[in-house]
């Protein structure tokens, strides 16, 4: 039998018994016919490969023409995890995770929330032109939100849309600087991420009601007490007007206190926060928007809102997906589009 070359959904890697290796029947690989990106490293065939020292091990260029390249169902090799940014080092972001704090005084609303303005963060729409889901714009062209708001990888988007430059949950048409902007694309990330990026039809246009947030340094931790805040259209559990964006803060607590709670399941692609109060947390279709943490005067996106068991109850904490962790996979993504 002859090589086939197989990733994780349907891609490709060098086994000889898919079934053994992919999690679903795959298409066949591309070969690494860009000699541009790495000259050096002697690219041939379509087997699975880690040229660029991916942290989320080898991967390839797929024949599928919406997914540019996928990871592979190989197992890490025995060794230490690479290592994270800890305490946090001077970085500087150009561009990004501005907002002007003085536009927002009207009454907003999340669980236990407080006023707010969230420049980048999106109400995702269905067919409909229902909300369903939040997330955060990236760049002009990309947002991230996470897999639990889609039905599989390979929805068809036509119909869905991102709605941003607003607070209100269903603006009216007339309302001024109101975005919505058609979604072309989705990309599944790293299986144990549960993170989308869903790319726009056309670039959203930055101006005082939209902006995009910013990137974290690669595995970079955020500190145990660091002040950050969720934005999202979900339930309020009669705390507030769900018709709005509502804006709740809340502080980070360290995996290892976190685990206290949840037995030690809260993983190493996780964090945790805890509110200033008891039953601040995110809920039903705040899902996939951004959890923000201040780093001077911008905004960075640390975390991604995940469904939990229970939303907002008093003394849990909350979990996200810490993006530090998978900051090489949406530069990735971003690039090769």
Not at 117 to 127: F, G, I, K, M
Not at 237 to 244: A, H
Not at 245 to 257: D, I, K, T
């Amino acid at each position: 039998m002859r090589n086939q070359y197989l990733a994780k959904s349907r891609k490709c890697a060098p086994v000889f018994e898919p079934a053994e290796v992919a999690q679903n029947t795959g298409d066949s690989s591309l070969s690494w016919i860009n000699p541009k990106t790495h000259p050096e490293a002697n690219l041939t065939e379509n087997y699975c490969r880690n040229p660029d020292g991916d942290l989320h091990g080898p991967w390839c260029y797929t024949t599928d023409p919406k997914t540019e390249f996928d990871y592979c169902a190989i197992k890490q090799c025995a060794g230490e995890d690479p290592p994270i940014i800890t305490p946090p080092v001077g970085v500087v972001f150009n561009e990004c995770g501005k907002r002007d704090d003085r536009m927002v005084r009207s009454r907003l609303r999340i669980v236990g929330g407080t006023p707010g303005n969230s420049p980048w963060t999106v109400s995702l729409r269905d067919r409909k032109g229902k909300h369903f889901c939040g997330g955060s714009l990236v760049n002009s062209k990309w947002v991230i939100s996470t897999k639990q708001c889609f039905s599989s990888c390979y929805v068809d988007l036509t119909g869905y849309s991102a709605i941003m430059g607003t607070v209100f949950r269903d603006p009216k048409e007339e309302e001024s600087g109101t975005q919505s902007i058609a979604l072309n694309k989705i990309v599944c990330g790293p299986s144990e991420s549960h993170l989308v990026l869903l790319q726009l039809e056309t670039p959203a246009e930055f101006n005082e009601r939209v902006s995009q947030i910013c990137l974290p340094p690669e595995r970079y931790i955020v500190p145990e007490g660091t002040a950050c805040e969720i934005a999202g259209w979900g339930e309020t559990k009669g705390t507030g007007d769900e018709t709005v964006l509502n804006v709740a803060q809340m502080q980070v607590q360290s995996n290892s206190e976190c685990n206290k709670y949840f037995k030690g399941r809260v993983k190493q692609n996780e964090m945790c926060t805890t509110s200033f109060s008891g039953g601040v947390g995110a809920c039903e279709k705040d899902y996939g928007g951004p959890l923000a943490c201040q780093n001077s005067d911008c905004w960075v996106l640390e975390g991604v809102i995940i469904p939990m068991r229970r939303c907002g109850h008093p003394g849990q904490p909350n979990i996200f997906i810490r993006v530090s962790m998978y900051v090489d996979w949406i530069k990735k993504v971003m690039e090769m589009a």
